[in-house]
């Protein structure tokens, strides 16, 4: 399986229409891939908030509309990374969108961590709470957006759902890079499972983006990396080596669940 991961340059300079031209065409140049993804947010910023409301668009708006159109020109599965999505019966959502070769909507996400403690994302946007997995030919891919990458349990939640591609658009910024490959290694290692890591290059809202996408096997060795710019980065993968790796060294086996709560083990406390 051939997957391309294009790590976007988000400036605030480039009009979101021009930017959603110009990603689409470099959808359509990746047609020798099966599995094409995208960042996190590509169209506003993660950290432009402000652009959040005014750049909102219904599930099936303009970017829908581009993307869905690029993959079947381009014959590929298309992770469009994710949209600030306008749910007219809601609150906004920060919302993945996943295409089949032939443009089809095979499923969106709602990022269920939202990021900025008590501004930003966590304050304008509504909380998914859906887990999400999509059937590939050859791997199940399970989604997942950025400040996600943080928590555990949600790839454990994927995991037991089937997936073994993690698949993970994301903005993620500069100053915490070292954060995003180890956390990337990280859930590759626990969950025996590929990551595919896609975030973006450039500055807006003041935020220097870490680039830097990723490809880690499920044995935690990484495949690819990029550097800190907008680029494509390519990697043949064996989606066959999830299961393989499984068998091997069976630690997801060896799981032990439902364990007992922490009991007091000194002296009771006067009262
Ligand atoms: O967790 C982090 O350090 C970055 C998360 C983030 O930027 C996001 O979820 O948009």
């Excluded at 300079?13 to 031209?21: F, I, L, N």
């Excluded at 298309?78 to 443009?103: K, M, Q, W």
């Excluded at 956390?183 to 975030?199: H, I, S, T």
Aim: aromatic share 8%.
């Amino acid at each position: 399986m051939r997957a391309s991961l294009i790590q976007i340059a988000v400036d605030e300079g480039e009009p979101v229409d021009s930017r959603r031209r110009r990603v689409a065409a470099l959808v359509r140049e990746q047609s020798g891939a099966d599995l094409v993804v995208l960042p996190e947010l590509w169209t506003t910023g993660a950290f432009a908030y402000e652009e959040f409301g005014r750049e909102a668009e219904p599930l099936e708006g303009p970017t829908y509309e581009a993307m869905a159109k690029a993959a079947s020109d381009a014959g590929v599965w298309l992770h469009a990374g994710s949209i600030p999505e306008r749910d007219p019966e809601g609150p906004l959502y920060n919302t993945s969108l996943v295409f089949s070769p032939s443009g089809e909507l095979a499923a969106a996400y709602r990022k269920i961590h939202r990021f900025g403690f008590d501004k930003g994302e966590a304050v304008l946007m509504g909380a998914g709470r859906d887990l999400v997995t999509v059937r590939l030919p050859g791997t199940t891919l399970g989604v997942a957006t950025c400040y996600d990458l943080r928590f555990p349990e949600l790839f454990r939640g994927l995991v037991d759902a089937g997936a073994e591609t993690l698949v993970i658009p994301a903005g993620w910024p500069e100053r915490r890079r070292a954060h995003w490959t180890l956390l990337a290694q990280a859930r590759a290692v626990e969950n025996q499972a590929f990551v595919l890591a896609c975030g973006t290059a450039g500055t807006h809202a003041g935020v220097p983006q870490a680039g830097h996408s990723i490809v880690v096997d499920p044995w935690g060795e990484v495949l690819a990396e990029a550097g800190a710019g907008e680029e494509v980065l390519t990697v043949d993968l064996d989606p066959a080596k999830t299961a393989a790796t499984r068998e091997q060294f069976p630690a997801l086996k060896d799981r032990v669940l439902g364990l007992e709560p922490p009991r007091h083990r000194g002296r009771p406390r006067a009262t």
